[in-house]
Structures are given as structure tokens and as C-alpha cells.
């Protein structure tokens, strides 16, 4: 069973810096499409970017050239690094996998979420 778990969430100013991790256990990393989502309050949930196994990456325009999502096998990690954060992407951000060869129509792996407030 696969299982996922984010870190790294915090309160930081505009302008500033976090550094998301999403350790994986229960499975092999390395054939898992990796990706995070985020939802803010009273908000749908909302692909933020995705990681292919073949290191291919995706970003949803509001983030793009601001975050860089980036993956360590070795590790069993995914990261997300978001740089020039701005207050409307405060949100829960959520870590998930699918595996590759399978599609996300196949099972899809949630972790448990952690909290981003961009504020001054």
C-alpha cells in the first residue's frame, strides 16, 4: 500500500520561499507518476504539477516559473519548491501518486496534506 506523507508547510511572507516534501513508503517509487494538488478554503482541489517517471513535468499556469517540482528515487521523494509565493496560494497542499503504467484512471494515493499561508 502505498503511502505518502507532505512536509515543509509553514507561514511565510510574500515574496518568500517554502520547500514541500512528500516522502513515499509502501511500493517502488520509480513507477509512480508523482504529482501535488492544493486546495484552498471553500475552493475545489487543483493540480498544482505532476513528475512522470521519466522526470517529465507539468505546472498549472499560475504556478509556472515560480515552483519547481523535482523528484529523488533514491530518496523516495518528491519536493516541490516555491519560490516568489503569493498570498492567493495559500492553501492545504496534498502529495499524490499514481502509477505510471496504469494512469491516474487506475488507483490514485492521497497523503495527508500540508498547510501553506503566504501572509505578511
Not at 16 to 35: D, K, N, V, Y
Not at 44 to 60: F, G
Amino acid at each position: 500500500q502505498v503511502q505518502l506523507v507532505e512536509s515543509g508547510g509553514g507561514l511565510v511572507q510574500p515574496g518568500g520561499s517554502l520547500r514541500l516534501s512528500c516522502e513515499h513508503s509502501g511500493s517502488r517509487f520509480s513507477i509512480l507518476t508523482m504529482g501535488w494538488y492544493r486546495q484552498a478554503p471553500g475552493k475545489q482541489r487543483e493540480l498544482v504539477s505532476t513528475i512522470t517517471t521519466a522526470d517529465s513535468t507539468n505546472y498549472a499556469d499560475s504556478v509556472k516559473d515560480r515552483f519547481t517540482i523535482s523528484r529523488d528515487n533514491a530518496k523516495n521523494t518528491v519536493y516541490l519548491q516555491m519560490n516568489s509565493l503569493k498570498p492567493e496560494d495559500t492553501a492545504v497542499y496534498y502529495c499524490n501518486a499514481f502509477y505510471t503504467n496504469i494512469g491516474p484512471s487506475g488507483p490514485r494515493y492521497w497523503g495527508q496534506g500540508t498547510q501553506v499561508t503566504v501572509s505578511s
